[in-house]
């Protein structure tokens, strides 16, 4: 029995900026691999803000620590530069992105865009990291076990 493929076929692009490795077999053997499609970001500024402290005390009021405080980078919009920009032109609600999570809680407050958003899923339990056998490496995430759905929220 042949299986009917839709016409046009649902997409899935990885608008990461690095081939995403799925390991969704237990334990994690040899991964699936998702090619870059071109990297999607956000555009982002560091406010002018001058740096700060913050300063720590001990339950008993003592002084512990004073921690160095910087501005946090703040997102504004998505880069029309970057090389992912130009699919979000020609999706539709067939098709599904991968990104990474920032652009994932940007993208899902989107009225104008109506395609399926995924993130990688790199919490404890889903992050596949190197071990003994890359000691260089070890701890650094290689991978996931599964992706993120992003429900729109609006």
Do not use: C
């Amino acid at each position: 029995m042949s299986q009917v493929v839709p016409d046009p076929w649902p997409r899935v692009l990885n608008l990461t900026p690095h081939a995403l490795h799925v390991y969704y077999y237990d334990p994690p053997i040899q991964p699936f691999i998702i090619a870059s499609d071109g990297e999607l970001r956000l555009k982002s500024y560091v406010p002018a803000t001058p740096p700060g402290t913050l300063l720590y005390y001990r339950q008993d009021g003592d002084l512990e620590a004073t921690l160095p405080v910087i501005p946090a980078q703040v997102f504004d919009g998505l880069d029309t530069t970057s090389p992912g920009y130009k699919h979000l032109h020609d999706l539709t609600e067939r098709d599904a992105i991968i990104v990474s999570m920032p652009v994932a809680h940007y993208l899902r407050e989107r009225t104008d865009l109506t395609v399926r958003i995924y993130s990688p899923a790199t919490g404890p339990h889903s992050a596949v990291r190197y071990g003994d056998e890359e000691p260089t490496r070890k701890g650094q995430i290689k991978g996931v076990k599964a992706l993120e759905f992003h429900e729109r929220i609006i």
